[in-house]
């Protein structure tokens, strides 16, 4: 396996948005994805960005005979953490992970991990006061991954929201 964990570069939005829309059948929401690919691009990558992510790369290696050399390489998105900094009147900055996949034919070969492993690592570099996410009462296999890090999963809050 030949796995690249990189910041996430505009041209990755294509791919990412694929995940994402993977992720909601996934969550059995995928009417719930309303976000337009150049509001994505631009919120990640415009002028005043409001997400960062990295992401899971693989490189393809496929035959091309009408061109000059007969294997061209691509980099498929298999997989990305994207996260944005909230503030905590208590704690201070944290990273909050909006979002960890990694497509379903390449699970369970540790690089959720290894994208999990990144977010911890430019945290602490950034000395944010930690991570925090949100995961589904009924993902056990999310779940699961979050706990081998000995993570505290909190059942005493509601989530609110308004849309507009």
Same mark, same amino acid.
């Given at each position: 396996?030949?796995?690249?964990?990189?910041?996430?570069?505009?041209?990755?939005?294509?791919?990412?948005?694929?995940?994402?829309?993977?992720?909601?059948?996934?969550?059995?929401?995928?009417?719930?994805?309303?976000? $337009?690919?150049?509001? =994505?691009?631009? $919120?990640? =990558?415009? $002028?005043?960005?409001?997400?960062?992510?990295?992401?899971?790369?693989?490189?393809?290696?496929?035959?091309?005979?009408?061109? @000059?050399?007969?294997?061209?390489?691509?980099?498929?998105?298999?997989? =990305?953490?994207?996260?944005?900094?909230?503030?905590?009147?208590?704690?201070?900055?944290?990273?909050?992970?909006?979002?960890?996949?990694?497509?379903?034919?390449?699970?369970?070969?540790?690089?959720?991990?290894?994208? =999990?492993?990144?977010?911890?690592?430019?945290?602490? @570099?950034?000395? %944010?006061?930690?991570?925090?996410?949100?995961?589904?009462?009924?993902?056990?296999?999310?779940?699961?991954? %979050?706990?081998?890090?000995?993570?505290?999963?909190?059942?005493?809050?509601?989530?609110? $929201?308004?849309?507009?």
């Amino acid at each position: 396996m030949n796995i690249t964990i990189r910041p996430a570069e505009k041209k990755d939005c294509a791919q990412m948005m694929q995940l994402v829309n993977e992720l909601a059948l996934y969550e059995k929401a995928p009417e719930q994805v309303t976000v $337009s690919f150049d509001h =994505f691009v631009e $919120s990640g =990558f415009g $002028s005043n960005p409001v997400w960062w992510a990295f992401v899971a790369t693989q490189m393809e290696i496929y035959d091309d005979s009408d061109a @000059e050399q007969s294997d061209v390489r691509g980099e498929k998105v298999i997989g =990305f953490a994207l996260y944005y900094i909230r503030y905590s009147t208590w704690k201070g900055q944290r990273m909050y992970l909006e979002d960890l996949l990694v497509t379903e034919d390449m699970r369970g070969r540790g690089i959720g991990a290894m994208l =999990f492993d990144q977010l911890i690592q430019s945290c602490k @570099e950034k000395k %944010y006061s930690g991570l925090v996410w949100q995961v589904l009462d009924w993902n056990e296999p999310a779940i699961n991954f %979050y706990k081998k890090y000995n993570a505290g999963i909190d059942a005493g809050w509601l989530n609110g $929201s308004l849309s507009f």
